[in-house]
């Protein structure tokens, strides 16, 4: 113990050596060649370490990053001994050559350990011919996608379009009936000419909102959309239920954002139109609009006070057709949220609630400040060829 105590009291001592020059017969050639090679070493040495710790601070999220680092150390304290060789011709600091090579030791041994023990996780590393072959798959697939979509639009428009024909006669009939001859027909006639008209009507709607909900996302020309003047459009377009109703709409400054003016004013006008439909019989509807920015996203709340949800069907209401309120209660055909949330997963934006059955609902979504969708990726990325 006495020994290594005295070894670091006189770690920077160089009186118990000569240099290395005075160390045997050595030539000056043979001497600046040992010191020229070894500092060229040591040069090399340096450069690679900070080539691997700019790698890895540019790079962000690289694998086996640990790895990367005990390399980096590894090779820099190598180097360092070829350093210390070189200065010991002139300076004998052989403590200190010592503890460089002791350190340089033990980094060794860790840097031996880390890769075994990440060397089936390195294994497991994609190469760059095994990416090439996965971006193809990819850009097969999307182009798929998107021909499926193109195929699923054109089947709802025609589809739409055939059924929109027939029930627009089946009303019109319906009607003609009840007008030319209504006065000749008792009262369960009439109720049920009034039940049939109703429900022409409500398939109509659907038609419409599943022709909706088909075509969201499927512009993909993205312009600067001021929110408020579209919120301001949509209430303009809802005076009458807001004047019915004798709402209260509080509408903070909301942002311009990047994206689809029909896409976005699909979403708000769902959610301004729940809060006003599902509101308290005994309660004026106040509905409540804000926006908020982050770093990366706008996050909006849509707020009301009316009759809530309860927290089990939290997601179930973002699916299609799916209803919590009869028809004789509540009218709406089960797709307005559904389509709120297919427009925010499209924009790469998040859609979710909070509720107190009684007290209100709240429907937040964020939409982002850059809007990557597939179609844009599919036209903007040039992935790879497929040969």
Partial sequence: MEQVVDFFRQLTGSSDWPPRWYCGNWTDFHGWLYIISDLTIWLAYMAIPMILIRFIFIKKGVPLAKVFWLFGAFILLCGLTHLVDAIMFWLPVYRINALVRFLTAVVSILTV???????????????????????????????ELTRSNKELQQFAYIAS?????????????????????????????????????????????????????????SEIAFTL??????????????????????????????????????????????LISNGLKYHRTDVVPVVTIRSMEEPHQYRFAISDNGIG????????????????????????TGIGLATCKKVVDIYGGQIWIDSIVGSGSTFYFTIPKVIKTVHQYAQTDSLHSLN
């Fill in 161 to 217: 379009h055939d059924l929109q024909s027939p029930l627009k006669t089946i009303a019109n009939y319906l009607t003609l009936l009840e007008n030319k001859h209504g006065v000749h027909l008792d009262a369960d006639a009439r109720r049920l000419i009034g039940v049939s008209t109703a429900a022409a009507e409500r398939m109509r709607d659907l038609i419409n909102d599943l022709l909706s909900f088909s075509r969201v996302g």
């Fill in 225 to 270: 959309v001021n929110l408020q003047d579209l919120v301001d459009e949509v209430l303009e377009e809802q005076q009458s239920e807001i004047q019915s109703t004798r709402a209260t709409i509080d509408v903070g400054p909301l942002p311009t954002v990047m994206g689809h003016q029909t896409d976005l004013k699909q979403v708000f006008q769902n």
């Fill in 309 to 332: 949800i309860d927290r089990q069907y939290f997601d179930r209401v973002f699916q299609i057709f799916q209803r919590l309120h009869g028809r004789n209660h509540y009218s709406g």
């Fill in 113 to 143: 350990f880390a890769l075994i023990r990440y060397f089936n996780e390195a294994v497991g590393l994609r190469t760059s011919k095994e990416y090439d072959h996965e971006l193809s798959f990819r850009l097969m697939a999307m182009q």
